[in-house]
Structures are given as structure tokens and as C-alpha cells.
């Protein structure tokens, strides 16, 4: 079966980014596709390369970027909600002169259509952290 | 079934983006022609209550965007009967003419579409 995952809510705030890798890693052990995972609200701050959590507790933003490279799956970063919380690629950190980026790579910034596209190219789409 | 969208947003008009991020959805659907359905629930319910002045928090005035909602083809906001009443609401103390939904009508309205995104 094809899925589509959204993740709402932030590493440090919410258990939706663990919740949802533990969801995305059963779908990939079960031979299920992953046809895009969108990063929404709070969920942007998941694609962060400057967190660095202690080294006793689980690095979430490390472990998905892993996850997703592994699987080379479709990763989209919503540009609008990303750039409010302060998650920018080069791209952008030119555009609007700021001091530095810090999207990892293995994500994409993109607009909000990619949620809705993502939604129907799926059979499902899971909602985590609303 | 042709493909359409319910987007059910639940969130109070002003805690953080929820409201504005969950209407944001809304549009983009409507700019790619993609049937959508807005619908409010739990305290989704107060993003259309009359009287907003959000001048001073400074934000923009949310109730005001769901009025422009018409302007992208989406002709009603669907509201949720229950929550309403949980939280002591009439439909007469919202800012516009809504469609209101009992609990009995809420799973036949939610199969009419081909997805949900819930915020």
C-alpha cells in the first residue's frame, strides 16, 4: 500500500517525529511505500542540522535524516512554515540575506501543495502531532 | 469516488499557527482545484466567533481570512454541532452563516470525501 506521512510536531515538544519514524521504519519492514513525507507547523524543526540533543537521549533529527537517505524517500520540508521557525536551505538564506542555513540535506523545501498532492498520490495519508 | 479533501481544523484562532497554518490547506487546495471541505471542531469552533480584535496580541484577524473563504470556492464552513455545545456556543454567535453538522451527520459527511487532513 502507498503512504503519505505529515508530521506536525517538533522533536523537543511532541512525540509525533519519533512516533512517526517508528510508523515509517514498520511500513518499510512490511513492504508498504512511502511516497512522500511532509514536514508541517512545528514538524520543520525535524529537518534541523544545529540541534544537538544530549548524548543519553535519542538524536531524532540524526536518525530521520538517516532514515530517509537509507530509503532515499521523498522528504519535504513546508517552505512557508519553515522559514517562520527559522529552518532555511541556501538557497533561502541568500534570498533573504540571512547568517547561515541549516536544512539537512535528504529534504527539500517546497510549498504546501506537496501535503495535498502527497494526500492523494496516497492510499493513506497519517497524520502525526495534530 | 472523485478526489476531495476535508481539512477539519481544531485549534483556538490564535495559539501559535495551528488555525492559520491549517487554512493555509485550505487554499492551497483551492488554487490547485482540488475539491475541499473546511470543517471546525473542538476549539476550532471559536476561530469564527464574532467580535475578533486581534490588533493588539499584534496578530491578523483569522475570522476575517475564513470570511474571504468564499472567494476560493469554498462556499461554507462546516461546523461541529457538539463542540459548539461543549462549549456553551450557538451558531447565531458566529461571524457568519455556517453549515452545521449533528453527530449523526458527521461520519456520513466525512465519507463524501476522498481524504482528511486533520490539524
Request: hydrophobic share 45%; with cysteine; net charge negative.
Amino acid at each position: 500500500m502507498k503512504f503519505a506521512l505529515a508530521v506536525y510536531g517538533a522533536p523537543a515538544n511532541s512525540q509525533a517525529p519519533q512516533s512517526a519514524l517508528h510508523f515509517a521504519r514498520a511500513l518499510v519492514t512490511g513492504g508498504h511505500e512511502i511516497v512522500r513525507l511532509f514536514f508541517y507547523q512545528d514538524g520543520v524543526n525535524t529537518a534541523t542540522a544545529i540541534a544537538q540533543p544530549p548524548q543519553d537521549e535519542s538524536d531524532l533529527p540524526a536518525q530521520w535524516q538517516a532514515f530517509i537517505q537509507e530509503h532515499q524517500l521523498d522528504a519535504v520540508v513546508c517552505i512557508a512554515a519553515a522559514l517562520r521557525r527559522g529552518v532555511v536551505d541556501r538557497a533561502e538564506a541568500r534570498r533573504y540575506r540571512l547568517p547561515g542555513s541549516n536544512l539537512r540535506d535528504g529534504y527539500e523545501l517546497s510549498g504546501l501543495g506537496q501535503l495535498v498532492e502527497g494526500a492523494l498520490l496516497a492510499d493513506r495519508i497519517i497524520t502525526f502531532g495534530s | 469516488m472523485s478526489q476531495s479533501v476535508c481539512i477539519i481544523s481544531t485549534r483556538t484562532p490564535y495559539c501559535g499557527q495551528f488555525a492559520r497554518e491549517a487554512l493555509d490547506a485550505v487554499l492551497v487546495c483551492a488554487s490547485y482545484d482540488i475539491p475541499a471541505a473546511f470543517l471546525l471542531m473542538g476549539d476550532g469552533v471559536f476561530q469564527l466567533l464574532k467580535g475578533q480584535d486581534s490588533e493588539h496580541i499584534p496578530r491578523k484577524n483569522l475570522s476575517a481570512m475564513l470570511q474571504a473563504l468564499p472567494l476560493y470556492g469554498i462556499e461554507t464552513i462546516h461546523v461541529d454541532e457538539t463542540s459548539l455545545f461543549e462549549r456553551g456556543l450557538a451558531a447565531s454567535q458566529l461571524c457568519q452563516p455556517v453549515t452545521v453538522l449533528s453527530q449523526g451527520e458527521l461520519p456520513t459527511f466525512l465519507r463524501q470525501h476522498s481524504r482528511v487532513l486533520n490539524f
